[in-house]
């Protein structure tokens, strides 16, 4: 099987583009009404990361640094009508006693409350608010030199601004080999791992970093090296075990090891080794129904298993099969999720007899006939199902 071309992930969900300024355009009454009813529709126990609050970003910065959890800032926001950083100065003890947040991160809120009441910000968010400004311009002008020293500055202990560093990264590598090629030379691969170590429980860095790692390492085998050498493989599996239920984090952790792997069989062996087919099986599990998930986490498979003896074995002794076959009959109506699942079936098969008898018995010779039927003009797909 000819081995599978490089891709990059473009779509970005932007923390600084996501910020609500606080001001209404002139429009007064009306924009403000418009944001009250959001906020009463918002749930926020479906909250799953910072970036679907459309708030100041100064003050979810604030909620951040104090270590809260995005549904516990949903809930404040909505309790308390908060909107901009300054509103914090109107927020009581008792609205962050019923966060049952623990006590030192209670005290360190209460502190917070204060000092805002008295017109004395603790966190000079100006600062964050200056280095997310500064990133935006890296990223117009191509700058991966500023963006790096940014990371590395005092301003990198912001979570809000590692994140949106981690936005603008995807974004300028996505489709230019030269950048590319230049942060692997800077060591921009070191300051994803590091984002990711100092980070590990923000899902958003999270998502962003892996989606720079992506883009980083897509048809590079020099930053795909790297990449295996310095430990990115070990951060992927973390962040797909903290955040299992973060379709997301799952997405972004499958692409990134899919483009790491192509081509590489010492990131292969080593991914196999650390138990990332496991983390794989988990991810298309807990999320069956997620297209983006299934895709990528086949094409993962594919990769890892192809021209690895033992990793066809752990494959099969896990049985990966299972769900592979599962994703086949939910996404029958998706010719783009099959063309990946019967390339996966196809490596995960070939030369491993124990697996072909599995397959056999498990009737999955009956959904690849049901699948060649369905699709008798899809010539790609037909020719994994052939090779299958």
């Known amino acids: ?55 100041d970003i100064n003050l979810k910065q604030v909620f951040q640094e104090v270590g809260l959890t995005p549904v516990q800032g949903a809930r404040l926001i909505k309790g308390c009508n908060l909107q901009k950083e300054h509103d914090l100065a109107f927020v009581t003890l008792s609205d962050i006693g ?16 204060s000092a805002y009441s008295r017109g004395q910000p603790v966190f000079k968010t100006e600062d964050s ?44 590598v996505a489709r230019d080999e030269e950048l590319r090629a230049q942060a692997g030379e800077l060591g921009i691969l ?17 998502k962003q970093a892996m989606g720079a790692v992506w883009n980083i390492v897509a048809g590079s ?47 292969k062996s080593r991914a196999g080794k650390q138990g990332l087919l496991e983390s794989l099986q988990t991810a298309m599990r807990r999320h069956p129904r997620n297209i983006e998930v299934q895709r990528e986490a086949c094409g993962a498979i594919r990769t890892l298993t192809s021209d690895n003896a033992m990793n066809k074995r752990l494959a099969g002794k896990i049985e990966l099969l299972a769900e592979l076959q599962s994703a086949m009959s939910l996404h029958v109506s998706n010719p783009e999720i099959l063309k990946e699942t019967c390339g996966a079936t196809w490596i ?17 010779l009956k959904d690849l006939q ?9 010539e790609e797909l037909q020719k994994q199902l052939c090779c299958c």
């Open 370 to 378: 049901h699948v060649m039927r369905t699709y008798p003009r899809h």
């Open 98 to 113: 019923s966060l049952g947040l623990r006590k030192l991160a209670e005290r360190r809120f209460s502190h917070i409350l």
């Open 129 to 172: 608010t200056k280095a997310l400004n500064q990133l935006v311009m890296a990223g117009e002008k191509r700058n991966l030199q500023l963006v790096r020293d940014i990371i590395r500055s005092h301003y990198g202990n912001h979570v809000g601004v590692q994140q949106q560093a981690c936005v603008t990264l995807r974004t300028m």
């Open 1 to 55: 099987m000819p081995p599978a071309r490089p891709r990059t992930v473009s779509r970005i969900s932007s923390t600084a583009s996501s910020g609500y300024d606080g001001g209404y355009g002139g429009r007064g009454d009306e924009v403000k009404d418009m944001w009250l009813e959001k906020l009463q529709a918002m749930d926020p126990e479906r909250v799953t990361d910072w970036d679907e609050l459309e708030v």
């Open 221 to 267: 085998s020099r930053n795909q090296d790297l990449a295996g050498r310095i430990g990115l493989l070990a951060d992927l599996q973390t962040a797909m075990l903290n955040f299992e239920d973060h379709a997301e984090v799952q997405k972004m952790a499958c692409g990134a090891l899919w483009q790491m792997s192509i081509g590489h069989s010492q990131n």
């Open 348 to 364: 995960v098969i070939a030369g491993n007899k124990d697996i072909r008898q599995w397959a056999g018995e498990h009737q999955l």
């Open 190 to 206: 070191s300051d994803m791992h590091n984002a990711m170590q100092n980070f590990p429980e923000s899902a958003g860095v999270q």
